[in-house]
């Protein structure tokens, strides 16, 4: 059964720092392309953050962009989301997923077969 471990949330004053891990279980982890999403409450879950397969095309939401980085290691087989100067908006339970690589938007959360958990992430102002 595949596996995906988020870590690495907590709580963290406005313009702190916090770095997001997603440890997985694939046996083909370098074949998939990993997303970040986030669901703050009352709100849809969005798009945060995508990384193809290949490591070298990123995705960004536009309200993350120049804040947030996506990076992986497939030696690991993990994915993780640096995040920075961080916000009361960025307020949100942060979920890592899955999906084999495929030449359709990496911000669509339907492609996504494999979810973790979620990992709370609170930003206090």
């Known amino acids: 059964q595949v596996q995906l471990v988020e870590s690495g949330g907590g709580l963290v004053q406005a313009g702190g720092s916090l770095r997001l891990s997603c440890a997985t279980s694939l046996r083909t982890f370098s074949s998939y392309d990993m997303g970040w999403f986030r669901q703050a409450p009352g709100k849809e879950r969005e798009s945060v953050a995508a990384?193809?397969?290949?490591?070298?095309?990123?995705y960004y939401a536009d309200s993350v962009k120049g804040r947030f980085t996506i990076s992986r290691d497939n030696a690991k087989n993990t994915v993780y989301l640096q995040m920075n100067s961080l916000k009361s908006e960025d307020t949100a339970i942060y979920y890592c997923?899955?999906?084999?690589?495929?030449?359709?938007?990496?911000?669509?959360?339907?492609?996504?077969?494999?979810w973790g958990q979620g990992a709370q992430v609170t930003v206090s102002s």
């Open positions: 997923a899955a999906r084999l690589a495929r030449p359709t938007s990496v911000a669509d959360t339907r492609g996504y077969g494999y």
């Open positions: 990384i193809r397969s290949s490591a070298y095309l990123t």
